[in-house]
């Protein structure tokens, strides 16, 4: 199964509705929750979009905050670690004010799939070679080293969550289904 097919698949997942035998809902949001086929979760894609795209901007000012620590973490062969880390701070904030936007928000998500994808080789870098321990106190040493591994998996659900603001609105019309729609009626 390609990511892709997988997407689409956690997509399709969070879009239905599948209210389970046994749980505690009040009648008046499980009728809410029935007439809408698109499922709560859906619901609140454009929420969650302009929440995704505020931790993006904070995250990106964070690196203009302290560069030196952001720039241990960018892996040794790289080039100019501070200069990268500016970078990718200016992406951020960039692509995040871009998600707080109908216009720009599909390709600022997908910015932020490509940035994902891009700062990937720093979180392996910080959970291979122990540098998520020089960020923590000694005593949290092992704490931070599990963390950094614990990102790994993370990190392609944050991935996941950037795709599926790339996708159109369910009942939203995309610029290519109009001009597919215009050329079928001329």
């Not at 490509?114 to 106190?137: G, I, K, S």
């Not at 000694?138 to 950094?148: P, Y």
Request: net charge negative; glycine share 6%.
């Amino acid at each position: 199964m390609t990511l892709a097919q997988i997407g689409t698949r956690c997509v399709s997942l969070v879009s239905t509705d599948s209210q389970r035998d046994g749980d505690d809902v009040d009648a008046d949001s499980a009728d809410a929750d029935s007439a809408d086929p698109a499922g709560p979760l859906a619901r609140r894609k454009h929420s969650l979009g302009r929440v995704m795209g505020a931790v993006y901007a904070i995250a990106g000012l964070t690196h203009f905050l302290a560069p030196a620590s952001f720039a241990r973490a960018v892996p040794s062969g790289f080039p100019r670690p501070r200069a990268l880390v500016y970078l990718s701070g200016v992406a951020e904030v960039v692509l995040g004010v871009g998600m707080q936007f109908d216009r720009t928000r599909r390709a600022s998500s997908w910015g932020i799939v490509a940035l994902l994808v891009a700062v990937f080789p720093a979180n392996v870098y910080m959970a291979t070679d122990d540098v998520a321990a020089e960020f923590a106190p000694d005593h949290l040493a092992s704490v931070a080293q599990a963390a950094a591994w614990a990102r790994l998996p993370f990190q392609a659900l944050l991935v996941l969550w950037a795709w599926w603001h790339t996708l159109p609105e369910s009942g939203t019309q995309t610029e290519d289904d109009a001009d597919a729609g215009a050329e079928t009626t001329s």
